[in-house]
């Protein structure tokens, strides 16, 4: 990256420009669930998982599943299933080496979210699969985090966007994901068959 008079590279230069948090925002973060957090993890069926690799690489992996899909342990340990994907697992090898996870929750037509910061293992079986259990199916395995931070975040991100206005919703703009697929990841394959791929069936087949 070329030298810029206006490059931030300390702490300091940080601080000075955005200045300190409030006391409220520095000081809301707790180390184990409240009532209201165990509510919106209920309500929640969307979740942004942010890893890093030890040498320093990230990931972000989003999940998804009926709402309530984070199962809740204990005060301090939730359990997130995986079902089956792409097998790339990314954000999976990143754990084994570094095992500290940022999760963002969120619930549609919400402007906050929830956020745990916590310490990540995962398991291939455990007797709470049994209450992971989604159209017949079990969790491929799971991630187990211990928490560390848990806060909410508010809104103005949201709002800024207009992310829950459909006014403002434009899927078209960009090319479709059967385009996307032949461009990026399957060449050898024509439109027609892409689109027939993720057609109405696709959602079938989402768990199998």
Known sequence: MSASPHRITTPEQLRALLGEPTAAAAGKTRTSLHEHDRTWLAASPFCLVATAHA?????????????????????????????????????????????????????????????????????????????????????QLAVIVSIEEVFYHCSKSFLRSALWKPEGWQPDAVPSRPQLARTFERPHQSIEELEAHYGPGYEEKIYS
Do not use: W
Request: charged residues 25%.
């Open 55 to 139: 040498d320093g690489s990230c990931d972000v992996s989003p999940k998804g599943d009926p709402a309530g899909f984070t199962l809740v342990l204990d005060d301090t340990t939730i359990a997130i299933p995986e079902r089956p994907g792409n097998r790339r697992a990314d954000g999976f090898f990143n754990i084994l080496s570094n095992p500290q996870v940022g999760l963002l929750y969120v619930i549609p037509g919400r402007t906050d979210t929830l956020r745990i910061n916590g310490h990540a293992e995962l398991v291939s079986d455990a007797p709470f699969f049994d209450d992971m259990v989604v159209k017949g199916h079990r969790p």
